[in-house]
Structures are given as C-alpha cells and as structure tokens.
C-alpha cells in the first residue's frame, strides 16, 4: 500500500512542526513516501522562507532523507510561487502555485483572508469575479510553460473563500471555461494535478480543491493527478486524503501519482490508503 504526500509545510516557514516531527508523525501514521514543499522565498510573502531559512530546510530535509524510517522515502520539494522562480537543480520536485494576482503592476494575495480577498475584488477588479478570475486562470495556465515545476498547486484557490458559492457557482460555465483552457495546456505540458486538503484544515472550505467540476473535467482531458494535503502541522499529514482518494475514485480516475528515485509515477487508486 502507498500513503503519500508532497505538499508539507515546517517551521522553516509558515508551519508549526520540525522536519524531525514531521518524519516522526509521518512514520506513526504508516506513510510511504513523505515530500516537504516549503515556501520558496518570496519577499512580498512573509510565510516564505528567507534564504538562510531555505539554506537550513533543505539541509534538514537532506539529513533526514538519508536516513529515513523504515518503509519511507523521503523527498525535498519546494513549493514556488509564480512571482518568484527556484533554480529547480536544488530540489526532487516543484509545486507550482498561484498565490497572487498583479493588477497595474501590483501584486496581492489571494488567499491571505476573506477580508483581503474582498478588497482585492472590490478596489482592484471592480467586483467583477469574471475579470478576477479570468486573471487567476490565465496565470495558472502560463504554468504549463513553465519548466521548473511538476505539480500544479491547489488549482482553484480563487474558491478559497467561496465554500458558500458566494462569488460564483462552481459550475458556473464562465469559469468552467477558463478553467478548461488552462487544464488543456497544463496536460499538455505534462503537468500533474493535485487534490489539496489545506483549506479544509483550516476551516475555510468543507471540500479539497479543486471543486468536483474541476475535477471532472481534469479527468476528461487525461490529466494527470496525485492527493496531498498541503498541511502546516504534523496532525494534519494525512487530513481527509481518504475522502480524496474516494472522490478521484468517483470521477473515474483509476490510477493516482506518486514521486519515487526514478521520477513521477502513475499507480493503481487500489494501492493508495488515505
Ligand atoms: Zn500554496
Ligand atoms: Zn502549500
């Protein structure tokens, strides 16, 4: 059986726990394969790493992973916001995220609080979610060009605060549009997809990202998917990837993704334990 994730904050930068607990909590909870993404330093984000933050987590990600717990494999990731590019070479893996929008040349974030978001749709975009989300989505697709990265972030994070479906509906098919055109290029490009539970941890959103939309449509084009659970603390390692394991199940896919020695793999959903 294979227990994975990929995407795991530390105290390196906006999570709680050590890369030791985390190894250890992982260990306990009977996970294969263990992938830390922190933050790639970006000076606009105060959860990111600073580069002598970086310098320590990838050096303590290294220790451990040459001497991991039994039946584990452990892998250095990073997670790189689109403003802010890594030099890949210094890690197994990159998850590309969208965390901000740049509107007249300025950059905010999208998912800080519900708060901010409504400003940022009021003061920026005129209360236009269209215009707001046809920018999240242009952006998101334009990481199909983007070399360094494997992994698409938490693809709709513009629903971050949309549980209610105040915003949009999520089958709204202006959105579903944008979306789709987006997902064409990004499986093209060979991307992998992820089921993302970070919102729920945290209380914003009852569902991982994407929305079940999304979802089905990333099955209709082939994409390719793997199930992480972007979490902050050592509890939440394997938070609601159960759920997940079952939705992708219902939307067809029978195979899930996972990192091993040799790259990314597709392996049967039958294998995956939540
Ligand atoms: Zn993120
Ligand atoms: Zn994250």
């Given at each position: 059986m294979i227990k994975s994730n990929l995407h795991t904050h530390s105290y390196y930068d906006d999570g709680k726990d050590s890369i030791d607990e985390m190894v250890q909590t992982a260990a306990q909870k009977g996970f294969s394969v263990l992938g830390f993404s922190g933050h790639a330093y970006n000076p606009i984000d105060d959860g990111s790493m600073t580069p002598e933050k970086t310098a320590a987590y990838r050096q303590d990600v290294l220790r451990c992973q040459k001497n991991p717990p039994a039946g584990m494999e452990i892998f250095l990731g990073i997670e790189e916001d689109s403003l802010s590019p890594v030099n890949?070479?210094?890690?197994?893996y990159v998850i590309g995220s969208v965390h901000f929008l740049v509107k007249d040349g300025h950059a905010s974030p999208i998912d800080y609080s519900k708060e901010r978001f409504e400003q940022m749709l009021a003061q920026e975009w005129n209360n236009d979610i269209y215009a707001m989300s046809e920018a999240y989505y242009q952006a998101i697709k334009a990481q199909a060009k983007n070399d360094r990265m494997q992994i698409v972030g938490?693809?709709?994070?513009?629903?971050?605060?949309n549980d209610d479906e105040k915003y949009f509906r999520f089958e709204d098919p202006k959105i579903l549009a944008m979306v789709r055109d987006a997902v064409k290029d990004l499986v093209k490009a060979g991307k992998i997809f992820e089921m993302n539970t970070g919102a729920i941890s945290r209380g914003y959103r009852s569902q991982a990202y994407p929305s079940d939309p999304i979802l089905n449509l990333i099955y209709q084009n082939d994409g390719k998917l793997l199930i992480n659970t972007d979490c902050h603390n050592r509890e939440d390692l394997d938070l609601g990837m159960s759920e997940c394991i079952e939705r992708a199940r219902h939307a067809g896919f029978t195979d899930l993704y996972t990192l091993t020695k040799d790259g990314f793999v597709p392996v049967s959903i039958d294998e995956f334990r939540g």
């Open positions: 890949p070479d210094d890690y197994d938490h693809i709709d994070l513009i629903a971050k605060y």
